[in-house]
């Protein structure tokens, strides 16, 4: 679809946007940072003709800070995420995923709510996401919901949101306890390419016993997940490397790689799996 044939409308607030999908819903697709869109238009394969431009709408941006949980504004740049103290300090996944999604330009302009719409198994934001526990908020003209963002992706593509709806926050919940986080992404470079294989753990530990466990992982299925079986095999136990060897087979068992142009299904699958026995046997 060439440029020229697009619509776009210029949205003034959100209740111009939440009345526009509520009267006529599935005709309208959500622009924002616009940097992955640009991308498909520029190779051709983007394919909604009306868009609603929601850059600078200020009810969607922003970053909040609240006794037990942060508020981020789905129109909160990558550069407005990496450059904040409270995230830096609590979230620091949440920060390495930001710096490695795309150049200082692509950080300026690329949106948190964009990251997680675009909806690509391999987007650098979602493992750590995933790994915080983190909710969404969906907004339609009549209601406000949250949901688990573990719940949030069905398939490839598909997602847990209404044609009426729009991601207006992502919600972190804050800690007091004292949480062991790992972040990493294998890439053809570390940065500025689309991850191979993605992984990021939130755990908390007493003493060698693993007292509590999320593990995200992106490029390894269809979606960004969670490996709930292998989370619960760790999940208080004392670390060991019989239970790093168990563990090790349960992953294997709960991700579904692809063969593509980035990379092939053996490779994802024993990345992901080195990634998370290296981490573990660190902790021993």
Same mark, same amino acid.
């Given at each position: 679809m060439h440029i020229s044939s697009i619509n776009v409308y210029d949205a003034k607030n959100i209740h111009d946007v939440l009345n526009l999908l509520d009267k006529e819903p599935g005709r309208w697709s959500i622009l924002a940072g616009g940097t992955d869109i640009m991308v498909q238009l520029d190779l051709g394969t983007w394919q909604a003709p009306n868009l609603i431009n929601i850059w600078g709408i200020s009810?969607?941006?922003?970053?909040?800070?609240?006794? +037990?949980?942060?508020?981020?504004?789905?129109?909160s740049t990558f550069s407005e995420i990496i450059n904040h103290p409270i995230i830096k300090k609590e979230f620091p996944m949440l920060i390495e995923a930001a710096m490695l999604t795309g150049s200082i330009a692509i950080q300026n302009r690329g949106t948190i709510g964009g990251n997680i719409m675009n909806a690509s $198994?391999?987007?650098? @934001? $979602? $493992?750590?996401?995933?790994?915080?526990?983190?909710?969404?908020?969906?907004?339609?003209?009549?209601?406000?919901?949250r949901l688990f963002y573990k719940d949030f992706h069905i398939n490839y593509k598909l997602m847990r949101i209404n044609q009426d709806e729009i991601l207006t926050?992502? !919600?972190? $919940?804050? @800690?007091?306890?004292? @949480?062991?986080d790992f972040y990493q992404k294998v890439g053809t470079r570390a940065a500025h390419s689309i991850s191979?294989?993605?992984?990021?753990?939130?755990?908390?530990?007493?003493?060698?016993?693993? @007292?509590?466990i999320k593990i995200g992982l992106g490029a390894v299925a269809p979606m960004p997940i969670r490996v709930y079986m292998t989370e619960d095999l760790l999940k208080? +136990?004392?670390?060991?490397m019989d239970l790093i060897d168990q563990a090790i087979l349960q992953i294997a068992s709960e991700i579904h790689p692809i063969d593509d142009i980035r990379s092939n299904k053996a490779y994802?699958?024993?990345?992901? !799996?080195?990634?998370l026995r290296n981490f573990l046997k660190g902790l021993l």
């Open positions: 009810d969607l941006s922003g970053i909040r800070i609240n006794k +037990n949980e942060i508020e981020i504004g789905a129109l $198994p391999a987007a650098d @934001t $979602p $493992p750590a996401l995933l790994a915080y526990g983190a909710e969404i908020e969906l907004t339609s003209k009549n209601e406000v919901r926050k992502i !919600i972190l $919940p804050r @800690t007091s306890n004292k @949480t062991i191979k294989a993605c992984i990021a753990v939130r755990l908390t530990m007493d003493k060698k016993t693993i @007292t509590d208080g +136990n004392k670390l060991s994802r699958l024993r990345v992901a !799996i080195n990634l």
